[in-house]
């Protein structure tokens, strides 16, 4: 372990999900698994306690709004296995979550598909203000064709076209957010009878391709006005995306080498968008197995991977590449042929995935990889021998943190914060405190608001505007 990796602090977010199993279909079945009691508040103010124990940034939480029937184009197999259904809506979880917690981060994770960016930034703005400035979006475009049916559509639009929508609906946002009301609108004057003055409130006049929102904002700025923006697309038009509006990025790579490339990549788009390399927070996503020793966490590992539901795998990648693998072999690869609507990089990662014999994996390799903790690496070990692991990881990929899904909850994260965070800690690679004030400010350390080079920034009122 190099003196200069030890001093660059590891990053972690939960990866979670208003479901049951999220990543690990089949390990809802495990006797120590919690996770079926996501319908009870108490399970994610409690799992909110324990992230803000160990001193984690804040906690993701996914989202889609259809099912994985791509697999054998039916809902048997997703249902009976628990893979992503029934599931929730995670926004309505962030107040209470707040409610018990100071510092942790919540990244919601919201389509731009289907709901009007004008009510939408109207939610995001009061979950800003109900959390004082600790809100994320995740920003996801759909893959799903499944929600595209059940939302009146025949299909997705095409992957790049939907990048396009999303393009115009960030717009609509940051009008709303940044440029409708200035900072001193809200002025609470009793004695004439003024709560805000109108010369300060502004219409957007937005119209465009996809919307037309011609008045103000119903809200008055919140904490970070515009919440940090998450995103997760790693395709080329994604990383477009990425480059222009996102602030911290969730990349899946099974490998160092596939994960240092992607983090390259997101750099160097940001870089040429404008902004600096290390405007974007990288997260790369990890399975953390751990216990007080070597022995108990193979143990525990071994365990695990007996309640994994091979179908129930094979139906979560097959939503996300948009490819019915039920039509493959079980000793067949995926190849080059692929053509994807949905998530295309991961195609792309599934395709370079390889065993240590350098060898495409079959698809019941795949299945038995994502069987346990979704598609990113399984770090298996003690508290010690997991964080020399993570700080590697770090020091040869350049990326900033890990988001962290699970076996079992809230097992797999107890366990991370009794025997992990301690580890990185006394090697001055994980902090001991957080950072005062918003999400925004405890991620760059640079205030609340987006940075000047950010996409955002464009539409805040200057004194042109205003005058």
Not at 172 to 177: D, G
Not at 192 to 216: L, M
Not at 234 to 247: V, W
Request: hydrophobic fraction near 35%; glycine fraction near 10%; aromatic fraction near 10%.
């Amino acid at each position: 372990m190099s003196t200069t990796s030890a001093q660059r602090q590891i990053r972690f977010n939960a990866f979670d999900m208003n479901c049951v199993g999220h990543q690990s279909p089949g390990l809802w079945k495990h006797p120590k698994d919690q996770s079926a009691r996501y319908k009870d508040l108490s399970y994610w103010t409690d799992l909110a306690k324990t992230l803000e124990k160990g001193k984690f940034d804040g906690i993701f939480i996914a989202d889609v709004l259809g099912t994985y029937d791509v697999f054998g184009g039916s809902n048997e197999v997703p249902l009976r296995a628990g893979t992503q259904v029934p599931v929730n809506d995670p926004m309505m979880l962030v107040s209470a979550m707040a409610a018990v917690t100071e510092h942790l981060g919540f990244g919601v994770t919201a389509g731009t598909a289907y709901e009007h960016p004008y009510p939408f930034a109207r939610r995001l703005a009061t979950l800003d203000h109900l959390t004082k400035g600790r809100v994320g979006w995740n920003v996801v475009t759909g893959y799903l064709p499944s929600a595209a049916r059940n939302m009146g559509q025949e299909d997705q639009l095409e992957h790049d076209e939907r990048y396009n929508h999303a393009d115009e609906y960030m717009e609509v946002i940051y009008k709303l957010l940044e440029g409708s009301w200035e900072e001193d609108a809200v002025v609470r004057d009793v004695e004439r009878g003024i709560f805000t003055d109108p010369t300060k409130v502004h219409e957007i006049k937005h119209e465009g391709k996809y919307f037309k929102v011609p008045g103000i904002a119903i809200t008055e700025p919140s904490p970070q006005r515009t919440p940090v923006v998450f995103q997760a697309g790693a395709s080329p038009r994604g990383l477009k995306f990425a480059s222009e509006n996102a602030e911290a990025v969730f990349v899946t790579s099974p490998t160092k080498e596939i994960l240092k490339e992607t983090v390259t990549k997101i750099r160097d788009a940001a870089e040429a968008a404008g902004r600096g390399r290390y405007d974007v927070r990288i997260y790369a996503m990890q399975t953390i197995v751990t216990g007080p020793d070597s022995a108990s966490a193979e143990a525990k590992f071994e365990d695990y991977k007996s309640y994994a539901d091979i179908d129930g795998a094979l139906a979560l990648i097959s939503g996300w590449m948009g490819v019915d693998l039920s039509t493959y072999g079980p000793d067949d690869v995926i190849g080059d042929n692929v053509k994807s609507n949905a998530i295309q990089s991961s195609v792309a990662t599934f395709q370079k995935a390889s065993g240590d014999d350098g060898n495409p994996w079959t698809i019941r390799q795949l299945a038995e990889w994502v069987g346990v903790g979704g598609f990113g690496p399984i770090t298996v070990g003690s508290g010690a021998e997991v964080a020399e692991k993570l700080i590697d990881w770090v020091a040869e990929t350049d990326v900033d943190g890990f988001n962290l899904a699970y076996a079992i909850t809230p097992g797999t994260f107890e366990d991370v914060v009794e025997f992990v965070v301690p580890e990185l800690q006394a090697r001055g690679a994980y902090q001991s405190e957080y950072v005062e004030g918003t999400l925004r400010n405890k991620l760059f350390g640079k205030g609340d608001r987006v940075q000047e080079s950010h996409k955002a920034a464009n539409y805040r009122l200057s004194a042109a505007k205003v005058g």
